[in-house]
């Protein structure tokens, strides 16, 4: 049987998922813990193990590997634009959407404590931002100039005013930067291009970063590490949602990813306004949107999660709790690898989630707001207004696990209590089970219409 080897080096578990390529149907899937501090290959050799003796009863013969990654940290970078709202916001979407982790957003001109500070994160990628085509271009030229003079190895991606980049290439060539100028993210006001940057940091990542690392022994495996893991869930979601030439796609959706350490969200719509006399301000959306909660986490944020929900929020889930809720999330954050086994220890869990979906989704979703003005009162609506999106998939162990994820999907619905945010009302809900939404992400790259039928087949329907 010709196959294809999925893998998937995530920051816990390495998972290895193995498919049928002719009839679309997956052979197996195994994990084992990963490994990347010794050595990554450790890990994806006892998962390929664990693989071996499931189907050693079939003739199984692997054509093509592919991988992608989020081990040792993933992708992680800072990004820099010159109004917060603005170029900031602009190269933070394209960051996220990339598949990253963003360690801080600057925004005017660096100062040197800054610098410091950038240096002390160790980010893996600068994306650098600022201005509109043919407006100001002071500020991400003395940016530059500061980057190229006190932090030489860290590439850099140029995504601002195409007016200075003559003028940030010379500085960069002669101070040996690594670097790649590409279409600004903000060309006109309020008006999002994030596609070139998110290619060019893809492109980094497989070339760069994978080696940096510790990886390349992975590299030698396969058949390129493709992407990092969350941009391969977002890209599954597009295939999904948009369909390929010769599939359909099923519609907007968005899909909630609980974490140890942080909940993301993805959403594939346009998320104009659906109600009548709606004013739509602000900077414009993705219609591919990530955004990542580092404080909505099940183990290693479990203790900022309860500082930025507090105590009564997490017992409107679980109101019975006899836990001291500080208590067990400060021993969660330092017993990352807790499996729950009690009744007690699931519903603490589960109010976890619960909270963390409620939280993520209203920071994600659009929000409506009351303006007043001479004319009287208007509604505006700043962010992508939600309402109708046709699915919501859950994704990461908490939901995969879990007796109810209807319950803790739920959690993230419109609520009348808070009407402001335009979450969904009444959508389908479905579970990734298999936890397939990232390798079909990656194969799809390869085999679209292959990769959407499969993610059609083996999303499960909760309803």
């Known amino acids: 049987m010709d196959a294809l080897l999925l893998i998937d080096f995530g920051s816990t578990y390495t998972k290895l998922t193995a498919v049928d390529i002719e009839n679309e149907e997956i052979i197996c899937s195994t994990k084992a813990l990963t490994t990347v501090e010794s050595d990554i290959m450790i890990g994806f050799e006892n998962a390929y193990k664990i693989m071996q003796e499931k189907y050693k009863d079939k003739e199984v013969k692997f054509n ?19 109004v917060p709202d603005l170029t900031a916001e602009a190269a933070k979407r394209a960051a996220l959407g990339a598949g990253s982790r963003i360690l801080e957003v600057y925004s005017h001109h660096l100062t040197l404590r800054e610098v410091r500070d950038i240096l002390q994160k160790k980010p893996d990628i600068i994306l650098l931002a600022g201005g509109t085509d043919g407006g100001d271009k002071d500020c991400i030229i003395h940016n530059a100039k500061m980057i190229a003079m006190n932090i030489k190895d860290v590439p850099v991606v140029v995504a601002g005013n195409k007016s200075a980049s003559d003028e940030i290439e010379e500085v960069f060539e002669k101070q040996g930067v690594y670097y790649r100028i590409v279409d ?32 390349s022994g992975a590299e030698e495996l396969i058949n390129g590490i493709l992407m990092p893991t969350p941009a391969a869930v977002l890209n599954a979601a597009k295939i999904l949602a948009d369909g390929t030439d010769q599939e359909d796609g099923i519609g907007d959706l ?93 519903e603490f869990d589960e109010a976890l989630s619960m909270v963390a979906t409620e939280v993520a989704m209203e920071r994600h979703v659009g929000k409506i707001e ?94």
Not at 64 to 82: R, T
Not at 196 to 204: D, G, L, N
Request: proline content about 5%; some cysteine.
């Open 64 to 82: 093509e590997i592919l991988a992608c990654s989020s081990a040792a940290g993933g992708l992680k970078m800072v990004a820099i634009g010159l």
């Open 184 to 215: 600004n993210v903000m060309p006109k006001l309020n008006v999002l291009n994030v596609e070139p940057a998110r290619e060019a940091i893809r492109e980094i990542f497989m070339n760069k970063i994978v080696e940096a690392k510790g990886m």
């Open 254 to 346: 968005i899909v909630v990813d609980i974490g140890g350490a942080t909940t993301d969200i993805h959403s594939i719509a346009e998320g104009e306004p659906t109600k009548a006399g709606v004013m739509l301000t602000g900077l414009q959306e993705p219609y591919e949107k990530r955004t990542v909660e580092g404080d909505l986490g099940m183990r290693v944020s479990a203790e900022s999660l309860w500082q930025a929900v507090a105590t009564r929020k997490i017992k409107k889930f679980a109101p019975d709790l006899k836990y001291n809720i500080e208590e067990r999330c400060h021993y969660l954050a330092q017993n990352v690898s807790e499996v729950p086994k009690t009744y007690e220890e699931i």
């Open 370 to 463: 009351d303006v007043y003005t001479p004319m009287g009162k208007i509604y505006s609506q700043t962010g992508k207004d939600l309402l109708n999106t046709k699915y919501l998939i859950g994704t990461g162990g908490v939901l995969v696990h879990s007796k109810n994820p209807e319950k803790i999907l739920k959690a993230g619905l419109y609520s009348k209590d808070n009407p402001k945010y335009l979450k969904p009302i009444e959508p389908k809900l479905l579970i990734d089970k298999n936890y397939i939404l990232s390798v079909m992400g990656l194969m799809a790259v390869k085999y679209p219409d292959k990769a959407i039928r499969i993610l059609k087949k083996y999303l499960i329907n909760l309803q």
